[in-house]
């Protein structure tokens, strides 16, 4: 009698198999090509995404954000614009401090120059810093002047993604992303509605289910920290006093990150460099 190899004792025997599936035949098509009732499925460019992110690892010849483009032009293929605007009106006719955000349509010029007068130790002064030292640009997509609330929101959020890591303490390693993206997650599904707080979510929540999927498969030591972190970050959604993405950081500029802390109610922030061990397994992996 030969033994099972071990794929074989891994596999699901085709008894299992028929009860799994209950016996439901999957539908059957004349059509010539890959179609399904997802449009995310039909997808090529979605398919090819799905594949990479989740399965290649983090490696060090590429920067964490390298694929951003591609990721961004394949959620925009499945979009649909109108639809997403008609979830920011539906919004607004519920919500009048949204609808009034919207319509103020504040914005910042985050140049070096407008910056550098800010008192050491203050919020204003690191957003100086990081804009004058670090060689990035706080405002670096979406350049051009919003044409609607859609546009809006995403020129804002981009002004406002890297301070909010500032204030929160969640940090800028691939386990600090996906811990401010569930802060934000929370925070969308806790004051928007369940469409409009999805639309938003897609392109976040895929970063973080491929950050799980790659730490299940290359870095098995960093879950546990990833699964904190994500626990901390919720906590902290549920505790912060109002809604991050409609906090006008540049209000709190002349403040220090402590007083805003204690002014927003943000607790138990990560101490500095306190998952960069994390970051620097993946990388050398």
Known sequence: MSRLTNNEEKSVDQNEAAYLKGGVMPLTTDSSILISSSKYLNSAAMRTLVAQEMLR???ADLPPAYFIPETMAAFAEVTDYPEV???FAAQRSINPEFAAW?????LSDF?????????PGTLGEQVYR????SGLDIDFMFKGAPEDDFQYWLKRFVQSHDIQHMVTGLDVTPIGEYALIQ?????????LTPELAAQLSQQPTFGVSCG?????LHYPRTMPLLLD???LARRMAREIRRPLFQVRWEDYFDCSIAEIREDLNILDAPADGEWAWAYEDMRGN
């Open 57 to 59: 690892k983090y490696g």
């Open 85 to 87: 605007l008609g979830l």
């Open 102 to 106: 919207l319509d103020a349509r504040y």
């Open 111 to 119: 140049s070096a120059e407008n910056l550098r007068d800010h008192r």
């Open 130 to 133: 990081f804009v004058a030292e």
């Open 183 to 191: 802060l934000n997650t929370q925070q969308y599904f806790d004051h």
């Open 212 to 216: 799980l999927m790659r730490s299940t």
């Open 229 to 231: 972190a994500m626990a």
